[in-house]
């Protein structure tokens, strides 16, 4: 049940309110982004500077009595927001934590009515601008939980399912320096001397540079310690950069867990059930 105080309930009575909108954005590193969408000036509550930031324009919250995801959505300038199209595509605001807020500007000592808690959805930018979509905390009961029976290994290398420990200097290289760099999702680490391909379906961490903390899937390996990235970085990488270097895994039973990782023990996905194809077939 939602409370609030009797003095801000008596305001909102009033024919004339003064409240306005509070919306504080934690992300997962713990930076927090306060704003106000819908006051001309910075409001300080409980501590946190609110920025004004007219730039941003929120749609109506949409709440149904069922168990439904909780929507909303905002869009406006970046700038507005002090958000930067690189740190969007470096991840740094997914599931970030948003709180809105609703207070009497005038008095804030009338205290707050907790309106809505939601996690970041899906950004979209356009021309120094973007929109972000708001999900309601129920959005989780709308995600399957279980394993799918698939042809290919379903668990993650290293982790407890898989169990190939996770070596330094035989399946983890750290403390490499980048030698070249052709663009931001192509790379060459010179000091990477194993066949080709070892690597793909590997990961690449920067332990230095605009990429710090940041990794990325790399989606091949070449000969001489050329890394194709999956996606490119979000900021420029430099020689000399460091990096950690992960083996990779394409999760196939004699290629991978046998031959090159010597665990097929525990593989686990199931290449020999028949699949639809087969079925259909009535074989």
């Not at 509550?45 to 009595?65: L, M, R």
């Not at 999900?135 to 042809?151: F, H």
């Not at 290293?158 to 290289?173: H, I, M, Q």
């Amino acid at each position: 049940m939602k409370t609030i105080s009797d003095a801000l309930k008596s305001h909102y009575a009033q024919s004339v309110t003064t409240i306005s909108h509070l919306v504080k954005m934690t992300r997962r590193d713990g930076t927090v982004l306060a704003v106000t969408p819908d006051h001309d000036q910075d409001i300080t509550f409980d501590g946190v500077v609110y920025k004004s930031a007219f730039g941003v324009i929120p749609t109506d919250a949409e709440t149904s009595a069922a168990m439904n995801v909780d929507t909303m959505s905002a869009k406006g300038a970046l700038l507005a927001l002090g958000i930067s199209e690189a740190d969007i595509a470096a991840g740094l605001w997914d599931l970030c934590d948003v709180r809105v807020l609703r207070v009497n500007y005038a008095d804030l000592t009338m205290g707050a009515e907790k309106l809505k808690r939601y996690t970041f959805g899906e950004i979209s930018l356009d021309r120094n601008s973007f929109t972000s979509e708001f999900r309601g905390i129920t959005q989780k009961l709308q995600q399957n939980l279980g394993d799918l029976v698939t042809p290919t290994c379903n668990a993650n290398l290293f982790d407890a399912r898989c169990g190939v420990p996770e070596t330094e200097g035989l399946y983890k290289f750290s403390s490499q320096s980048v030698t070249a760099v052709s663009s931001q999702w192509l790379l060459t680490v010179a000091a990477l001397t194993q066949a080709a391909d070892f690597f793909t379906a590997g990961k690449v961490q920067f332990t230095s540079g605009q990429n710090n903390g940041l990794s990325m899937e790399i989606k091949q390996h070449l000969f001489g310690g050329e890394l194709i990235l999956q996606e490119p970085m979000p900021y420029p990488i430099a020689i000399s950069d460091s990096v950690t270097v992960w083996s990779g895994c394409s999760k196939r039973s004699a290629e991978d867990c046998q031959t090159k990782y010597n665990n097929v023990i525990r593989f686990r996905g199931f290449p020999k059930i028949p699949g639809q194809d087969q079925m259909y077939k009535g074989v």
